[in-house]
Structures are given as C-alpha cells and as structure tokens.
DNA sequence: GAGCATCGGGG
DNA sequence: GTGTACGATGCTC
C-alpha cells in the first residue's frame, strides 16, 4: 500500500471511478477508485409500511443477457424534497449500469411513488460524496504500478487540501484544410498543416508540401497520414494537460476524425490507449480523449464569458482583439487554397501558427476563470469549459444539495418541457425612451436585481405556497387572472445559496480593494455568473428547480422597484428618460453630481438590507433613437459620451460585417459628430458629402462590399438572395462554391432586381455601382433614426446639398 | 406577432 | 431514455 499526493485533472468512469491527474512532482497518474456505489432514492406513497416495503425488495435482482444487477443496500433517509420531510429510500447497487435496470424493475411497484437521483452520472455524485474538488490537492492510497503512459493506482480517494494545481501544461493546436467547407464534403478536404504552441516557446507546424524557406520550428512530412501521425507523437511527447482548440469540438477534431479514419489511423492517443471519444447532443459535438483534457475555449468565451463580453462575434480574430489586443493574420481561406496551390506554404505556416499561438494566449488568459469555477462546482474542467448558463447553476445546485440534505429533482421529460416552453410571463419593466438627444446625464442601476431580489424575498420553488409569507406585487397570469404569490419566511435551499454566493462575493471585493489578485479576480467573477444566472434558472424549461411563478414574482418585485425608484428620481428633480429592468438613465436638470450621491444614499437606506441603487457613470450627453420593436425587454439602443470623451455605444449595428463599410463608417461618424460636437448640421453635412461623393461615383468599390456566407448548398436556395446570385454566377466560372463560402459582393449600375445587379467585386470597375442602392439601401438605413431624433427626415438627407431648391423629383 | 428561415464557430 | 436534442434574430405574411 502507498499513498501518493496528487492533482485531479479529469474524471470518468469505466471499470470503477477513474481520476486522471498529475502527482506532486509532475508525473502523470491515472488512480482507479472501485469503492463507490451508486445510487438512488425511491420516495414512497406515504400510507405504506415502509419496513415491509424494504422487505419486499431488498432481495431485486435482474438479469439481462446473463449480466446480474442487484441492490447491494436499502437505507430510509428522513430528506427534504419539494419543500416537505420525507422518508426515502436510499437504494445502492453494485454498478453504475444497475442504476437505470433496477429502477425500471421497481418504478411500477404500487408502493412507489417516484424515483429521483437516477439521473445523474455517478462520477459527480462521486465528487459530490468523497467531497474531491478536481484540480486541487488529492491524496490516493492503495497498489501503484508504474508504466510508460505514468503511474496507475488501484485504491480510494480523498481530498487533501484546498491547494491548486499551478503548472498546468497547456497544448493549444490548430488545422488548415484544402478546399471548401460543408457538411458532407468536408470530409473530402485535406489537412494541409498542422500548427502546435505550448508553454516556453514550444512551437511545430507539420505540413506535406515542400518550400524553400522554412522555419526551424516547421516539420515537412510525406504526406497527410503521415501530419496526422506526427501529431499524435508530438502529443504523446509533449504529455500536455490541457490540449486546447478554438472550436476544436466542432472543427479540428471532426476533421481529424474522418482524416485518420480515411488512411485508417487510430486516434489513440488516450493515457489508457483508448481513442478520441467523439460524442454529439444535438447541435453540439463534442471529443473527449482519456487523461488529456481536451477543452474547446469557443466554448467557454462563447456561451459563459460572452455575458461579459458583449462582442458582436466571437471569432479567434473578434476575441483575441478584445482580450489580447492581437488579432489573426489576415488571410482568408481562400487565400489559403490559393497559397496551397502556388506553393506559398511559409504563408500558410505562418498563419497557422499565429492561430495556434492566440489559442494558447488566450488559454492562459482565461484559465483562472476556468479554474475557479471547476473550484466552485466541483465537477471537472472538461465539463466546465463546455457548460450552459442553465447547466452552470444546476451543477452548483446539485452539488450544495447534499449540505442542505435537500432531495434533487428529476430532468424534466420531453412532454414537461414542451408544455413549459409555451408558457410565458411578464418580464422586466422597460421604459420607452423618448427619442432625443440630452444633455447631463446619470446613469443608476441596481447591484444584482433579480439574485438581491431571490433572496430578501426568499422566492424558491420550496418556499412557494398560496397565502403566507412574502406577498409578491400583482402578476397577470396567462389567463388574464390577477394573482399574488407567497412565499414562506423562512429561508430555503436556493434562496440560501445565493445569499451564500452574494456575502462570499461580498468578501472577496472587500479584499480586493486595493489590491491585484488574479485568482481571488476570476472567483468573484465565477460567482457573479452563477449568482446573476439564478433567475433565468428558474425560468430555464430544461431545469430540474423549474418555476414559472418564482420567475414571474422576481420580475413583478423587479418592476415594482425600478418604477419605485424611478418615482423617488423624479420625486427629487431628476428628468427620467429612459429604464430597462434594473436600471435608469436621468437627466440631472440642476442636481449636482454630489446630489445624486446624496439621494442614493438616502435611497438605499429604505431598501432592503442586499439590495442597492449604484451609480454608473455621469455622461454629458446621450442620444436615445426610436425603437423598431415595441415592448418588454425590448434591446437597448442609444449612445452615450462620458465626462472622459469615451463613447458607450449600445445595439447600434456599427461592426456587423453584412453592412457595407462604407454605412458603418457613416453610421459611427455620425454618431461621433453629434455627442462630441453636439452639431446636427455638421453630421447631415458628413451624410450629404457622403451622399455626394457616391452619385458622383468617387466612392472605392472596396468600401461598398457587402459579405455574407452560404448556408446551404447552392442548389437548395428557393430564395435567390443578392449573395445566393452571385454565388451561381462563380459556380459557373468554375470557381468552388459549396457550404460556408464566403461570397464578398457590390450592387452594379444597371436596371433589373438588386439580385442581378450583384456581382462579385473584381467584375465591378470603380464607378459601376448602383449609387441608389448604396444611398437607399446602406447609407440612409444606418443613419436615419439618429436624424429622426434631431428632427431632419429622410428626405433632408437624399437632397443634394448644392441643388436642394430643386425639390425632390 | 406567429411562423419560418437563417446563422454561428472553423477553413 | 439504447427516444430527443440549440438559441437568437431577422424576415414575411
């Protein structure tokens, strides 16, 4: 027996529990746990004798195909489940696979009345039981063997300190193909180079073409069965930790994939020899390889860390830009097919690489938020990388069930969740601005609305009953019936937990004032995120804590305090101009900024204890513009400028790439004139001159591209776009066109549907653009709401400057 | 305002 | 549950 000190970086199961991780002094280990079983709950009907009951069963056992599945213990545990004590039965069986045969067995027995926790997978109950946060200090005991892949134990686990794995061994890789994306096709398509970057300067391109002037770090191969090989050396050599792609899960690994099945290559590059495992839930795949940890980071920044984000595409390039300040090379993949085929490979090494290297950047950029929410869930990095706001609460729930001794519910089934996905309900309180520009301006929000308000009201499913407690303010149910929900004082499951979350957070700020600390940073943040997500759980349809009245009454309360303090603002002078949700924006008329400070410290003194009314800035002037779509929860759609000249520019669609850039660029400008020089002349003056020089034809043809990318085979469009059109048009001239091309196109002079004016940019001489729908189309559009605002209409734009007497037509 | 179509990330 | 599977947004009627 030994006992040895290491740092859980992955978890399954297969023979038994299985931990992969790396031991004190950096040897990979992979330990073997057989001691767990798993195991369910049968809450029984209540009017059984529930000795007779464990009698009745105790002796179960099923055989399929001449395997044996059997109960190993019955136990009656008094729990809490939906908001009463019960007595269930904790039923363990001798496997995992004995979970779901043993449950069909007994689920029709009359004595039964439901049967939870069958549904989760038992390497996180495992975690959640031996208490084991992964990537912190474990200790195994039991028989190591020691083989070429690392060390192996077979014994138990058990959680040693709080102390973190620091040196993680980060593998960032990434491909480039030959030829055209699609579904099917892709298949077809070549890796042509292979790029890999690690830690203190570990870089490799592997490629199969032959070129002249070749970096050191490049590796010429024969051919691609033979890159695809070398890859798994290198990672073999390497014995990266983590190995990280930029949606890998869905791009590099599929076509890894069927690259290596086509040359018959295993892809075994697993520490137990086992293959990529590839797995898909619906849209989403995903490639999981034993004791390497392959995370997809598109994943994370994605769907998690877009919350904070708020970037108009997540793109390496839009994502390294923001975090790095470093973008891609600019190389489009046509580009790349063409360089393939002259023979530029350095090019295509470089870029390669580049790609590669922003992947590991931005790995280590985001890892510590990575880390610290695997430290506040408790379930492994892989599963953590690729979670769902919905998911990312639900694991934290799952996991500070057991503390409360509460009973988890059941995923509710397809038919539940269709009828909760009609159901709809009144969201936050949104106030129509009314559309102009101002001057002096204060922005207030409220600190954490809806989980401030989940906890002083104490708003959980268990605390949910028809006439005691906190009374919500009056919500219309679907029916058009006025109801009040109530929820008991006394504080339950979730609502603890989030309050638990707040005060921790609470803490860590209190620390963090005046001081740098990355770790303490990114935990606050993962709290924040779970914290902030709380309310959308509960109107989530796939939750297993679903309510539709603890959501309703968290906006009803929402509502009822915006507009309170919103009637207190205007109650002390300020001009309201414009709320959504939890916050508003005011004109300060004569308040000075020491004022606002004043009345919100008053404020907060009549709030309840977790909730606070915060300052977001002071701006010196705003333009609000009229919304498309009217009603609740309507995008915001206004542009501020602070005190510090910085512009706040809010759901304007400056930066969308199917724009022109010319009506981006005229759209920002304009914006810019008006809250920096608050001159309206001046910015209709920029929007003729524009509108000037294209009927003059003086604008660049590359200034009036408009891209968009096929989504479907060429063949199968019934609506025949601009782009669609012009996609034909380079089918016909031989060039590829399949699924995901990229199709740059200008609208041509000439007559006929906008359609057959498309054309590919090089077809279009300077000047042979269509100026009308250039003005129409691109550049009145983008800028029209904004004059709105100021009181000049469409027309006062198209009139020519110089011949504005000769009226319109 | 419902119902249908499109699109994202990667090359 | 060996079953299914996205979610946001924009356009059209």
Not at 210 to 231: G, P, Y
Not at 426 to 437: D, N
Not at 468 to 473: A, Q
Not at 544 to 571: L, N, P
């Amino acid at each position: 027996m030994a006992k040895i000190g290491f740092y859980p970086l992955d978890i399954d199961e297969k023979e038994g529990i299985r931990l992969f991780g790396r031991t004190e002094d950096g040897k990979r280990i992979m330990v073997i746990d057989k001691s767990y079983k798993p195991y369910f709950y049968i809450i029984p009907e209540k009017e059984i004798n529930l000795e007779k009951f464990v009698n009745k069963i105790k002796d179960v056992e099923v055989e399929e195909q001449g395997i044996y599945y059997t109960i190993e213990d019955l136990e009656v545990i008094e729990k809490e489940y939906e908001s009463r004590n019960v007595k269930a039965i904790k039923v363990t069986v001798d496997k995992t696979s004995s979970i779901r045969v043993i449950k069909n067995e007994l689920k029709n027995l009359p004595e039964v009345k439901e049967i939870l926790e069958w549904d989760i997978q038992t390497y996180k109950k495992y975690l959640i039981d031996r208490e084991i946060t992964p990537l912190t200090l474990c200790s195994a005991e039991g028989t190591i063997t020691e083989a070429k892949e690392g060390l192996e134990l077979r014994g138990t686990v058990n959680q040693e300190s709080e102390k973190a794995y620091e040196k993680y061994k980060i593998l960032a890789f990434d491909i480039e193909i030959y030829g055209f994306l699609g579904d099917e096709e892709n298949s077809n398509n070549p890796i042509i180079s292979l790029a890999l970057y690690g830690s203190n300067d570990y870089k490799k391109v592997i490629t199969w073409k032959k070129f002249k002037d070749a970096d050191e770090n490049v590796e010429v191969v024969a051919s691609e069965a033979e890159l695809i090989e070398r890859f798994k050396e290198h990672i073999l050599g390497y014995q990266p930790d983590f190995l990280v792609g930029y949606y890998s899960d869905g791009f590099d690994f599929p076509q890894l994939k069927e690259r290596a099945r086509k040359y018959k290559i295993k892809l075994d590059l697993g520490a137990d020899g086992s293959n990529v495992n590839f797995s898909k839930k619906g849209r989403t795949k995903s490639s999981k390889i034993s004791g390497i940890v392959h995370l997809d980071i598109y994943k994370f920044i994605s769907t998690i860390m877009a919350g904070s984000l708020h970037l108009d595409s997540y793109s390496l390039d839009m994502v390294s830009n923001e975090i790095l300040g470093d973008g891609k090379l600019s190389m489009n993949f046509i580009d790349i097919n063409e360089a393939w085929e002259k023979g530029s490979i350095k090019e295509i090494c470089d870029y390669n690489l580049h790609d590669s290297k922003l992947t590991f950047q931005l790995t280590e950029k985001i890892l510590p938020n990575l880390v610290e929410m695997v430290k506040i869930i408790g379930i492994n990095i892989f599963d953590v990388c690729r979670l769902s706001y919905g998911q990312l609460v639900e694991n934290y729930l799952i996991r500070r069930a057991k503390e409360f001794n509460v009973l988890i519910p059941n995923k509710p089934s397809g038919d539940i969740i269709a009828v909760r996905r009609v159901h709809t309900y009144q969201g936050g309180f949104v106030m129509e601005p009314k559309p102009g520009l101002y001057e002096n301006l204060v922005v207030l929000d409220f600190m954490s609305l809806y989980p401030s308000i989940i906890v002083s009201k104490n708003i959980s499913p268990s605390s949910l009953n028809k006439s005691k407690g906190y009374k919500s303010p009056d919500i219309v149910e679907e029916s058009g019936r006025k109801v009040n929900y109530y929820f008991d004082k006394k504080e339950s499951f979730i609502p603890s937990v989030i309050k638990d979350i707040i005060l921790r957070r609470q803490r860590i700020k209190e620390i963090l004032k005046g001081k740098k600390d990355s770790v303490l940073k990114a935990r606050s943040y993962g709290l924040k995120t779970i914290m902030n997500a709380a309310y959308g759980y509960y109107a989530f349809f796939g939750a297993r804590w679903y309510s539709k009245e603890c959501a309703s009454a968290i906006t009803a309360f929402a509502r009822e305090y915006i507009q309170e303090a919103i009637k207190g603002a205007e109650k002390f002078g300020l001009n309201v101009i414009y709320a959504d949700t939890d916050g508003f924006a005011a004109v300060l008329n004569k308040k000075t900024e020491n004022d606002i400070l004043n009345f919100l410290d008053k404020l907060n003194d009549e709030l309840p204890g977790l909730m606070e009314l915060e300052l977001e800035d002071f701006y010196k002037r705003g333009i609000f513009v009229s919304k498309k779509g009217e009603g609740s929860g309507a995008k915001k759609k206004y542009a501020l400028i602070n005190k510090d000249g910085e512009l706040k520019i809010i759901g304007f669609e400056t930066v969308r790439r199917d724009w022109s850039f010319i009506a981006r660029k005229t759209q920002k400008k304009v914006l810019e004139i008006i809250l920096k020089e608050n001159d309206g002349e001046k910015a209709m003056n920029y929007v003729k001159d524009v509108i000037s020089k294209l009927r003059k034809k003086e604008v660049k043809i590359k200034d009036l591209i408009i891209f968009t990318q096929l989504r479907m085979k060429l063949e199968d469009y019934v609506q025949i776009g601009p782009h669609v059109s012009v996609a034909r048009k380079m089918q016909k001239k031989g060039v590829k066109v399949g699924v995901g091309s990229p199709i740059w196109f200008v609208i041509k002079s000439g007559k006929g549907m906008i359609r057959d004016k498309a054309d590919i940019p090089e077809n279009v001489k300077e000047g042979g653009y269509d100026e009308d729908y250039y003005v129409n189309n691109q550049i009145v559009p983008s800028v029209e709401r904004i004059f709105d605002v100021l009181k000049y209409n469409k027309e006062d734009l198209i009139k020519d400057k110089t011949q504005s007497s000769l009226g319109d037509f």
